[in-house]
């Protein structure tokens, strides 16, 4: 129903609502009344009147937006109604030069809109939507105010060009795009540069605002130009990775002229900073243009202008102290690198003189290193792809960088040193706690840090040796923690990353034996230092120096130890037999890093490293159990180390290694522990330590089922412990944080055990004992994400066929067994979750969260609903979403489950009496966005629904797995279930045709697979069960008493069960 205001004054009143109003129920039912207006057929006469004679600037704001919703719909408006639109907006722009930014903005992306959505319509033979371009011409040749919106009109088009519409078909846009970038797009840059060169050719008025804001609109247009998407690539703007632009071979004359690139240096040294910036920006893209756009010759000479421009800029700073000029300006000097090689700059003629300003400038920037951090990244980058494509450089130009790279690594080195003291006396924020970028900046140092390495070896040996010396005296005075104990700290942190990052930095084909003399020299000062750091525990602790430590072994590890340490073996310790014309390789030198490790430390090889690492990781987990960050790391590391087959065997035979498998208690080791003291977010980290200790299990496990009982067997007593309080009075927190913190670590478990052999192991240890604990859990607290996430989670990962690791044998039920309990997890939690009506009438407010819905094209008898998760709630069903992924649940694959009570028992004729029935429940695919935004109405039309067929009743006192569905039929009353005190609650459902019988909701079975599963003669091998708890059953009877057939009970029937009929079978 059309909506009719008495006036105009009317709807400026509900924009001024809408756009600044502060009353929320205003801006509501202003939103709910505008949109009305949308659809209603005197929008176009309502948006006329809004811009002709509205009074504010909102109104003509509405009225843009109306035609940009009605231009935008799928089914467009006629042709001739969408020229005269177009041409009234560029009359109305053309006439109303006062208007406010914003609305011109809007009203001319409209006409952007019209203009690429119309832009291959024909009318009388020809393409009536691209005379746009001739229009703006118009526009030029009038005053300073019509040339401004001329320019944002080609601007606002280029842009809308190349944006991609997901709601229409990609390849229409494509067309589109290409189309005009043959046609059009060229033609528009010239255009806009033949701007720029007049406005150079004249003297700048920078106190005229009007020729500020043409300057600015045309740099936009030229920056849109070279921005746009040439070849459907897609690229993220807001990413350097692909930063190669694809200039079309039409546009190479443009490129070539050497005033094309002068013309926005120029611009750069006569604007003021917030246009230069612009100028700068349309730089950045000239330099990442495609080398095969030039022959050999033509690159260089293109090159070479590039290079006279930057020696321009760095010789004239002044422009660099803004920092948007200066964070262009870094993203220009790492492009010119990505686009070329160091052969290629190493031959222009300006290069020795360029790279002396480039490396001052950096230095400078080091120095200053609280001043634009992101910026640092760019000039990082430059210095690290220069310096690892020296050994490529065939030229016999000098590179320069043996001289020039060991002072930016001492600039970086020394500022980092120097900020410290700063830090700490003023309060500011510290670099080391923005750990992302720390650790960016030293990937990209370590290849600058090993050009000339014995200068940075030996710069990094002298300041550590003075700040270690210090850090002893603050140690034993009796001062105690003090300022400049947090200095030293500081620095000392430093210092270990720093170390970390050179020793990482090593690169084999580079590398010589003096080299890792030099890494053995760095080395053994932080093993002394680590020594220093754990005999003072927990006196003497310090997170930030921690956390370094971690850094340095990781990256020490990386380079030195394990497979690294074979490959390096076999290419350097080469021994010679005179009787043998071959190379042998000796795998028994130790490499030079050990010598001096050895005279001061006694660490020979990488087996005494190992040691070392785990004796550290063992004190982190046992001193550090309240710091998150210092555990998260320790734990990540040692998966680490526990990745590698070769490191795992020697792991195994160290003394901290199996004493961390006997004893994984919070005894031993307080992060485990379920103390009030430790957030629930803080368990997260017991999954990865339990992935480690398993894997360091497996090495010699076999098929030792007593072994892995001994394992276990901290978690028996957990599981034990619950399982004799769960049903008495306890203090409901320290079981919720128990199940959480165990959950965790079976998943950890669980994921570690890639073999059949020992998956089994788990399962039977975990069936039947203990799963039906995390059931009950998942029914108790199916409310709290925090506990129910990592229960599914881990039932997730146990459904994970990893490494074919749940092919059981023919005769076993435990792929069966798995599946229903997997799929008596989903319905639990499924169930308890579901809102009591989940698919409204008509006048019902929108449902919650989940939704049961009849799936289209299905028979309506019987009812099988499926539970659908809206977008908004993701996340908090991330650990369903992931175990309804493993099972492959879609509309054609129905969900058997199994509840315990509330359903009613059939009589079989198979000799199954008291089987409950089994529930059918499907997983929805995702709905649209648009789908939740709908109101119920408009919710049953879009599903083809007169009204809803699915409602749920829950009988009073029942809980919420008791609920039934029941279907309700047009034109005839509900039929009401059973009273209790006629034997309890029972389903019902009408017939499609209005019949009087009724059947049990769920009764009939699905066939899954094409061929029924059959057993194979004998007797299966059940379960093994251990403890007194586990009862012996059969396999084969298990497995034929769960895929026994069913008759199809009589229809009706309305006996029902008694309580002892409700039981599951499992």
């Given at each position: 129903m059309a909506l009719h205001f008495q006036s105009l004054a009317e709807l400026e009143v509900l924009c001024t609502h809408l756009y600044i109003g502060t009353d929320l129920t205003q801006r509501i039912e202003a939103e709910k009344a505008l949109l009305e207006l949308i659809d209603s057929p005197e929008c176009l006469s309502k948006c006329q009147l809004l811009l002709e004679q509205g009074t504010t600037s909102y109104a003509q704001l509405l009225a843009a937006t109306c035609l940009s919703k009605l231009i935008s719909r799928v089914s467009p408006l006629p042709v001739e109604q969408r020229i005269d639109i177009r041409n009234y907006i560029l009359n109305y722009v053309a006439s109303q030069l006062k208007l406010a930014p914003f609305v011109i903005q809007a009203l001319i992306q409209v006409i952007a809109k019209i203009t690429k959505l119309g832009w291959f319509e024909v009318q009388k033979d020809q393409f009536v939507f691209r005379e746009i371009i001739a229009d703006v011409k118009k526009f030029l040749q009038g005053t300073m105010e019509h040339c401004i919106i001329g320019v944002i009109i080609l601007s606002e088009l280029t842009q809308e060009m190349n944006l991609v519409d997901y709601s229409r078909p990609s390849a229409k846009h494509r067309k589109i795009a290409t189309s005009f970038r043959d046609t059009s797009l060229k033609d528009i840059l010239v255009l806009a540069c033949s701007l720029l060169k007049e406005v150079l050719a004249k003297p700048l008025n920078l106190q005229d605002e009007s020729q500020q804001t043409l300057v600015m609109q045309v740099l936009k247009l030229v920056l849109n130009c070279l921005n746009f998407d040439f070849i459907g690539s897609l690229a993220d703007e807001s990413a350097d990775d692909l930063?190669?632009?694809?200039?079309?071979?039409?546009?190479?004359?443009?490129?070539?002229?050497?005033?094309?690139l002068d013309l926005f240096f120029n611009l750069y040294h006569s604007l003021p900073p917030l246009l230069s910036q612009l100028a700068l920006s349309c730089l950045v893209q000239f330099a990442s243009t495609r080398r095969s756009l030039f022959s050999s010759p033509e690159r260089a000479k293109y090159l070479g202008n590039l290079i006279k421009g930057v020696r321009r800029i760095l010789e004239n700073p002044q422009g660099l102290s803004d920092p948007g000029n200066y964070h262009e300006f870094c993203r220009f000097l790492a492009r010119l690198k990505t686009n070329y090689q160091l052969g290629e700059l190493v031959m222009v003629k300006e290069y020795p003189e360029v790279i002396r300003l480039i490396a001052n400038f950096t230095i400078t920037s080091l120095q200053h290193w609280e001043f634009a951090p992101n910026s640092v990244h760019y000039l990082l980058t430059l210095w690290q792809r220069m310096v690892a494509s020296v050994p490529f450089v065939k030229s016999t130009e000098p590179h320069l960088l043996d001289t020039y790279a060991p002072e930016i690594t001492k600039a970086f080195i020394t500022?980092?040193?120097?900020?410290?003291?700063?830090?700490?006396?003023?309060?500011?924020?510290?670099?080391l706690d923005d750990a992302a970028t720390v650790f960016q900046q030293l990937e990209q140092l370590c290849t600058v840090s090993r050009c000339e390495y014995e200068k940075t070896c030996t710069l990094l040996v002298q300041l550590f040796d003075q700040n270690a010396q210090n850090y002893q005296k603050l140690l034993h005075s009796a001062s105690g923690i003090t300022v400049d104990m947090a200095i030293q700290e500081g620095r000392l942190a430093w210092l270990v990353y720093l170390v970390g990052t050179v020793v990482g930095g090593r690169l084999t084909y580079t590398s010589t034996d003096e080299h890792d003399a030099m890494d053995g020299e760095l080395s053994c000062r932080v093993f002394q230092l680590i020594s220093l750091m754990d005999t003072g525990l927990p006196r003497c602790s310090n997170e930030k120096i921690e956390l370094a430590i971690l850094w340095f072994l990781d990256q020490f590890r990386k380079t030195y130890v394990g497979d690294q340490l074979q490959r390096t073996s076999k290419e350097q310790n080469i021994v010679y037999k005179p009787d043998c014309l071959v190379q042998i390789p000796n795998l028994l030198l130790p490499s030079?890093?050990?010598?001096?490790?050895?005279?001061?430390?006694?660490?020979?090889?990488?087996?005494?490293?190992?040691?070392?690492?785990?004796?550290?990781?063992?004190?982190?987990?046992?001193?550090?159990?309240?710091?998150?960050?210092?555990?998260?790391?320790?734990?990540?590391?040692?998966?680490?180390?526990?990745?590698?087959?070769?490191?795992?065997?020697k792991l195994v035979k160290i003394d901290a290694v199996k004493f961390m498998l006997k004893n994984h208690t919070s005894e031993h080791f307080p992060f485990l522990g379920i103390s009030d003291r430790y957030s629930l977010s803080d368990f997260r980290c017991r999954t990865t330590f339990y992935t480690a200790l398993t894997r360091l299990l497996m090495v010699d496990l076999g098929e030792d089922e007593d072994e892995f009982e001994n394992f276990m067997l901290p978690l028996t007593v957990s599981f034990e412990t619950i399982l004799q309080i769960f049903n008495n009075n306890f203090k409901q927190e320290d079981v919720k944080r128990m199940l959480i913190g165990l959950a965790r670590d079976l998943r950890g478990i669980a994921f570690a055990l890639n073999t059949k052999t020992s998956?089994?192991?788990?399962?039977?240890?975990?069936?039947?004992?203990?799963?039906?604990?995390?059931?009950?859990?998942?029914?108790?607290?199916?409310?709290?994400?925090?506990?129910?996430?990592?229960?599914?989670?881990l039932m997730a990962e146990l459904m994970q066929n990893r490494s074919q690791r749940l092919n059981f044998d023919a005769s076993s039920p435990n792929g069966?067994?798995?599946?229903?309990?997997?799929?008596?997890?989903?319905?639990?939690?499924?169930?308890?979750?579901?809102?009591?009506?989940?698919?409204?009438?008509?006048?019902?407010p929108h449902p919650g969260p989940h939704e049961l819905h009849h799936p289209l094209g299905a028979s309506r008898t019987p009812v099988r609903p499926h539970v659908h998760l809206r977008g908004p709630h993701y996340s908090r069903y991330s650990g369903l979403l992931q175990l309804l992924y493993q099972l492959r649940l879609h509309r054609h694959l129905p969900l058997q489950a199994h509840s315990k009570r509330g359903q009613e028992a059939t009589s079989d004729p198979g000799g199954h009496p008291g089987r409950p029935e089994t529930v059918t429940f499907y997983a929805a695919k995702s709905r649209c966005p648009a789908a939740d935004d709908v109101g119920p109405h408009e919710h049953h039309r879009l599903r083809r629904l007169s009204e809803p067929?699915?409602?749920?009743?829950?009988?009073?006192?029942?809980?919420?797995?008791?609920?039934?569905?029941?279907?309700?039929?047009?034109?005839?009353?509900?039929?009401?279930?059973?009273?209790?005190?006629?034997?309890?609650?029972?389903?019902?459902?009408?017939?499609?045709?209005?019949?009087?019988?009724?059947?049990?909701?769920?009764?009939?079975?699905?066939?899954?697979?094409?061929?029924?599963?059959?057993?194979q003669k004998g007797r299966g091998r059940g379960p093994a069960q251990r403890g007194q708890h586990r009862t012996v059953r059969s396999g084969h009877d298990e497995l034929t008493r769960l895929l026994q057939p069913r008759a199809r009970p009589p229809f009706p029937r309305d006996s029902c069960g008694s309580e002892s009929q409700h039981r599951d079978v499992g």
């Open positions: 930063c190669t632009v694809q200039i079309p071979t039409t546009w190479r004359t443009i490129f070539l002229e050497p005033e094309t500022s980092r040193l120097e900020s410290v003291a700063i830090v700490v006396r003023d309060h500011l924020d510290d670099p030079r890093v050990y010598a001096r490790m050895s005279e001061v430390l006694g660490i020979t090889d990488d087996n005494h490293v190992l040691e070392t690492f785990m004796t550290k990781i063992v004190t982190n987990l046992k001193y550090w159990g309240r710091c998150e960050p210092v555990i998260s790391r320790t734990l990540q590391f040692l998966n680490d180390l526990s990745v590698g087959y070769i490191l795992l065997k998956y089994t192991m788990l399962f039977d240890w975990m069936y039947p004992a203990y799963l039906p604990i995390l059931q009950r859990a998942v029914e108790r607290w199916y409310g709290e994400p925090a506990c129910t996430t990592p229960i599914l989670k069966i067994l798995l599946f229903r309990e997997a799929s008596k997890m989903i319905c639990t939690y499924a169930i308890s979750e579901t809102e009591p009506v989940l698919l409204p009438a008509a006048g019902v067929v699915v409602s749920i009743q829950a009988s009073p006192g029942a809980r919420p797995a008791q609920r039934e569905v029941f279907q309700r039929i047009e034109g005839k009353s509900d039929k009401q279930p059973a009273s209790p005190q006629a034997g309890g609650p029972r389903p019902v459902l009408q017939e499609p045709d209005g019949g009087g019988g009724a059947e049990p909701v769920h009764q009939e079975q699905r066939q899954v697979h094409p061929e029924p599963v059959r057993l």
